[in-house]
C-alpha cells in the first residue's frame, strides 16, 4: 500500500529558546526560505505553546508524520532537552520514512548517522550554555 505524503510540516516557538526569542513571523519566513531553497513543500508551522517545558505540539507534529515528508523545525535549539525525548522523535522519523530539519542551521536529518551527528551537535551547544566563571588571583 503506497501512503501519500503531504509535504514538510513547519514547527516554530512562542517562548525564547537558549535565552533567544525570534518573533513567529521571522521564524516561519526562514522555514519557507529553507523549503523553497531545498525544493520541499511548506505546510503551515505548528507553534508550541509559551509554557516552558511544553511540547504538546512537537508531539501533534511527531504523530503526523506518517502524512509528512518531515518537519522542518526552526533551530536546533527548539529540540527538547530530554535526551529519550530526542530518541523518540528520531525513532519516528525513521519508522515513518520522513526526514527532520532545522531550518536556521542548514541542518538535515533521516538516518541513523544523521541522529548520531545531530547528538553531537546538540551536546556541545549544551556545553557552551554552562556559564564559567573566571576567578582572578
Known amino acids: 500500500m503506497n501512503k501519500r505524503k ?8 512562542s517562548r525564547a529558546y537558549d535565552g ?3 518573533p513567529q513571523h521571522i521564524q516561519n519566513q526562514v522555514i519557507r526560505d529553507f523549503c523553497k531553497t531545498h525544493q520541499q513543500t511548506f505546510l503551515l508551522s505548528a507553534t508550541e505553546y509559551a509554557i516552558p517545558g511544553c511540547y504538546i505540539m512537537l508531539n501533534t507534529v511527531v504523530a503526523e508524520l506518517p502524512k509528512l515528508n518531515g518537519m522542518v523545525m526552526y533551530s536546533i535549539t527548539m529540540m ?11 525513532k519516528a522519523v525513521q519508522a515513518n520514512a520522513a526526514s527532520l530539519h532545522f531550518a536556521l542551521e542548514n541542518i538535515s536529518a ?3 548517522a544523521d541522529f548520531t551527528a545531530l547528538e553531537d551537535h546538540i551536546t556541545l551547544n549544551r556545553v557552551m550554555e554552562i556559564p ?3 576567578k582572578q588571583p
Open 6 to 13: 503531504y509535504g514538510f510540516r513547519g514547527y516554530i516557538g
Open 20 to 22: 533567544i526569542s525570534t
Open 110 to 112: 533521516h538516518a541513523s
Open 80 to 90: 527538547p532537552k530530554n535526551a529519550a525525548f530526542r530518541q523518540r522523535i528520531y
Open 132 to 134: 564559567t566563571v573566571l
